[in-house]
DNA sequence: TGGCACATCCCCCGAACGGGTGAATCTCTC
DNA sequence: GAGAGATTCACCCGTTCGGGGGATGTGCCA
């Protein structure tokens, strides 16, 4: 679930690298057309620490910021609640606005078994409508 | 909505110029407290970009850190669904898993004005059921 | 001033949902 | 091998939802 975010870090990290070469390319470029230092030594540290800045900055925000559609499933929550596979497949298609019968379609039961699985996922989740046991599957962060 | 985050961002950047300065400072320190320069130009370059690009990860990553619980209501979708206010707020109510009685009573209508603007809700985003509706919405972004 | 959007309410009816109870398999564990 | 838990299904009954109408009042604006 975690493979499109390590292909954006990678990115990320090989842009950076990329962007310091030919950061340091420059530099020496600039040093050896003019052979001297064109500005004063000051003036270099501030270019240098805001560049840096500002590409410390980019890659900060493309590491924290989490691509569309990743989500950390919250086990623990799960495991805590006791909520079994099949309740969880059913939690699922549940929060995308399925009907029972619809629901019993894709999983290959009859929507008598799904409301079996939906009185127990009541029951865990302390509840008491389909509305209700998706908000709080969604506030204790068990789906997206 | 977006306070919390104001305050971040805000102390984000006090932060970072405190860090600056605190840097400025060491470095003429340095510079005093040894008359000369201790490391070649090009290692100081190097350290320097290498703080600076941590502080800006640093600063990247707590602008892009949404807080918990602040959330951007899509109002572009919400306009051009045509969706009215009163529609807006018996949808909130909705995706918190109330029955339209409920519903009804935390906005003093009756039950059939609820079911009236949630036909209108669910011919809007083109939905059939409550749920659909809840997920349609959470995924235009016009709820949490 | 007449249409338009909005909000409010009513009734009816079929479908969907929720609660309760019971029961048959199957697997894993003690 | 007994018991616990998971999964599967059935039936009944009452509540809730959804769709189809129709109705009234208000405010806006062309």
Known sequence: ??????????????????TVAVGAFLLQWLEYRYAVHVFSTEI????????????????????????????????????????????????????????????GEQLFVSPNTVKTHLAHLYDKLEVARRTQAVDRARALGMIP
């Open 44 to 103: 270099y540290i501030v270019l240098i620490a805001l560049l840096f800045t500002a590409l410390g900055v980019w890659v900060g925000r493309r590491i924290a910021a989490r691509p569309r559609g990743s989500f950390d499933k919250n086990v623990r929550a799960i495991d805590y609640l006791g909520i079994s596979e099949r309740e969880y497949e059913v939690l699922e298609l549940l929060a995308k606005g399925h009907s029972n019968r619809e629901i």
């Open 1 to 18: 679930m975690g493979q499109g975010r390590d292909r954006t870090v990678k990115r990320t990290i090989i842009i950076y690298s990329l």
